[in-house]
């Protein structure tokens, strides 16, 4: 008779099942064991108490139970997982099993064990698949993709965007990627209560114009940031102005210029006029102090009619102009892109409330953008994707679903919420915005037809844009250095199982991955430079890094700072209710405070930024995941460099920050949240 010591970690955060109504069974190389209710054996101890309540973070229960075999099973391959039936289902991180001669092998899990189907777990080796040789651990392998793609099926969103996760609504969501019980807990609680919370339940009846700005800073007083109050006084001036296409909520769109677009009817002389100092605009352009930022996307699309008051939406082209004191400064404003007479072209010498008028339409542009193309389509529809084709074609034991599993925690329920809450009919977005309403299809295809893996690719995007030698440019600072370290945790870990470009190309698995990225995401075309295949260690590697940051660093610095920059309405409006002005000359405080989107639809999109901006009680920062995927020596100790890299970087950017007037944390390590999740 020979004993086997089985642990079993059950965590709490989700919801409450019971471990102990459990059906066991050990499979090793040598034989099996029986069918073990758990229940029936005894425990050999228990590392925490059970605790239910829904408000409370992680707690795992640690149960060891005693399991007697008549001889050997020899080197234990599978663990067999089997819910009594009618039981509440639970939710199992690892099982870790000591065999009689001492040694520990950890099986992990981190899903529902349920009375629907048995779950069978393998050891924490990672194997890409032509290293499995047992047919046993083949076959499971197999089944395991089958039973995932029968769980996690496409659907067609739209016949232009990257195909989503089939299901219509949260409750359809699969169990495995359901929010735990706080985070669905304070999700439900935020949105039922965001406007109590934020003491504006009193405005939302209001459907008025606004009486002066000193009303709309009544507004939101109690979430103001500190940010947001800088926001407040300086929204105004034009340094800040330029300051947001670099550092703001949506800094991925401008670029330097080399040549005045044909469509904007702009006059060397005015130009050079705004610039000053006797500069000359060919001279400017050639030191690459003049650069553009070009809303086209948003060119065609008919503004959404917000309480039956219709909106107006711009496609602005602007023009801005690094000066020798190392800000940024618009040199002119041109709104609509084709240019005709009901079109000027707006410069800082006019008159204040047009110049002002002219920024603000601007900065409406930029929210528009900012929400559906840099948020919504490139962080979340994106990352949704590629879990999507990571659940359905890597099982657990694959190194690279070992690699990417953290990164995809909570994002396809969060994005079914954003599609049931947010942009569906009576969504706030499509309710309460001037992309809203039949725009926002509209809006994400054009997006999605321009999008590149360049795009996507942080290095080539800045490289891209030209904007490689900019001062001041936080975003790219921090956000290249962010690059460097998870490229460097990824070639280490992707490195140490790929000996070479030919076990790429073999990888089944892998090939089959990245083809369903490519035929679900719609990125077929040539043109957008997506690779069909991979062919080698560098070009997985770098595909890898694009995909983990993404879904971490690139959400955090468009998400994380929407309430800053977006909770003073003036500075970001949802959209304008008068049209763009067709001259000069007439534009007034008074006409500016008209266009602003009425007080109702104001606070339902402070409210809307402040759910997305909010963090989650079990909130898992970069790197920070306790779920262990890995346990062999190398890329545990990569993931150790992984962490001491971030907190080094994080100490970097805290420092830099103490001398700014506008502190960049968005990508600080330790605010960098490890997926998509809100």
């Known amino acids: 008779m020979v004993i086997y010591r089985v642990a079993v970690y059950q965590e709490r955060l989700f919801i409450p099942g019971d471990a102990h109504r459990t059906i066991l069974q050990l499979v090793g190389s040598s034989g099996a064991s ?33 399991i007697s075999c008549p001889t050997s099973l020899g080197a234990p391959l599978l663990v067999h997982l089997e819910a009594h039936a009618h039981h509440d289902v639970w939710f199992c991180s690892k099982v870790a099993v000591t065999t009689p001669e001492g040694g520990v092998l950890l099986f992990p899990c981190y899903r529902f064990v349920g009375s629907s189907a048995s779950l069978t777990l393998r050891d924490s080796t990672a194997k890409l698949v032509f290293s499995d040789l047992l047919p046993i651990e083949l076959d499971q392998r197999i089944n395991e993709l089958t039973n995932r793609r029968e769980t996690f099926r496409w659907s067609c969103y739209d016949d232009a965007l990257p195909e989503t996760l089939k299901a219509d609504n949260v409750l359809l969501v699969p169990a495995d990627a359901r929010f735990s019980v706080s985070k669905a ?13 934020l003491g504006l339940q009193n405005f939302l009846s209001s459907q008025q114009h606004w009486s002066g700005f000193y009303q709309i800073h009544q507004l939101g007083l109690k979430i103001r940031t500190s940010a947001c109050r800088l926001v407040e006084n300086h929204w105004r001036e034009d340094w800040f102005f330029g300051h947001q296409f670099l550092n703001g909520a949506n800094p991925t769109l401008i670029r330097r210029c080399t040549r005045i677009p044909t469509n904007m009817s702009v006059t060397k002389e005015m130009v050079e006029a705004s610039i000053g100092g006797g500069a000359i605009l060919a001279q400017e352009m050639e030191r690459g102090n003049i650069f553009l930022v070009d809303y086209r996307l948003l060119d065609g699309l008919t503004a959404n009619t917000v309480n039956r008051k219709q909106n107006y939406l711009t496609a602005p082209l602007v023009l801005l102009h690094l000066n020798p004191d190392r800000q940024l400064l618009p040199v002119a404003i041109q709104l609509k892109q084709s240019p005709d007479e009901t079109n000027p072209v707006f410069y800082p010498e006019d008159l204040a409330a047009d110049w002002l008028t002219a920024k603000t339409f601007v900065r409406s542009a930029d929210f528009a953008d900012h929400e559906l193309r840099s948020h919504f389509l490139r962080t979340h529809m994106m990352s949704e994707l590629f879990a999507m084709a990571t659940l359905r074609n890597f099982p657990m034991v694959h190194p690279v679903y070992k690699l990417l599993a953290p990164h995809f925690r909570y994002t396809l329920e969060i994005d079914t919420l954003a599609r049931q809450l947010l942009i569906s009919d009576g969504g706030a977005l499509m309710e309460f915005t001037a992309v809203g309403g039949a725009a926002t299809r509209k809006f994400l295809r054009k997006a999605a037809a321009s999008l590149t893996y360049r795009d996507l690719c942080l290095p080539d995007d800045i490289i891209g844009r030209g904007l490689n030698s ?5 975003y790219r600072d921090d956000g290249l250095k962010l690059w460097d370290i998870i490229h460097r945790y990824v ?15 073999r990888d089944l698995e892998l090939q089959s ?16 430079g997506f690779p069909k295949s991979f ?37 970001a409006p949802m959209g304008l209710q008068r ?8 534009c007034s405080e008074r006409s500016l405070l008209d266009s602003f989107p009425d007080v109702r639809s104001t606070v339902s999109g402070l409210a809307t930024v402040y759910l997305l901006s909010k963090k989650s009680e079990d909130f898992v920062p970069l790197g920070g995941s306790a779920e262990q995927h890995f346990t062999e020596s190398v890329p545990v100790e990569m993931a150790a460099r992984f962490s001491n890299d971030l907190k080094r970087l994080s100490g970097d950017i805290r420092a830099r920050n103490v001398d700014l007037t506008l502190p960049y944390g968005y990508l600080d390590p ?8 809100r």
């Open 34 to 66: 029986e069918r073990i209710p758990l229940d029936q054996t005894s425990i050999c101890g228990v590392l925490k108490k059970l605790c239910c309540c829904c408000c409370c973070k992680t707690i795992q229960e640690k149960a060891e139970y005693a």
């Open 470 to 474: 900019i001062p001041g440019y936080y």
């Open 513 to 528: 991955w990245i083809n369903e990225i490519i035929v679900f995401g719609r990125l077929e075309d040539q043109h957008k």
């Open 185 to 197: 807990t304070g999700m439900v609680l935020t949105v039922a209560e965001a406007v109590v919370e």
């Open 670 to 677: 330790v605010s960098v949240e490890d997926s998509v999740a």
């Open 579 to 586: 049209p763009p002005p067709a001259c000069r000359g007439r």
């Open 491 to 505: 070639g280490g870990v992707v490195g140490h199982y790929y000996h070479g470009d030919d076990d790429v190309t």
């Open 535 to 571: 062919t080698s260690v560098s070009e997985l590697t770098y595909f890898v890094t694009m995909v983990i940051f993404n879904a971490s660093a690139q959400h955090s610095a468009v998400n994380d700072a929407q309430l800053d920059y977006f909770g003073w309405m003036p500075n």
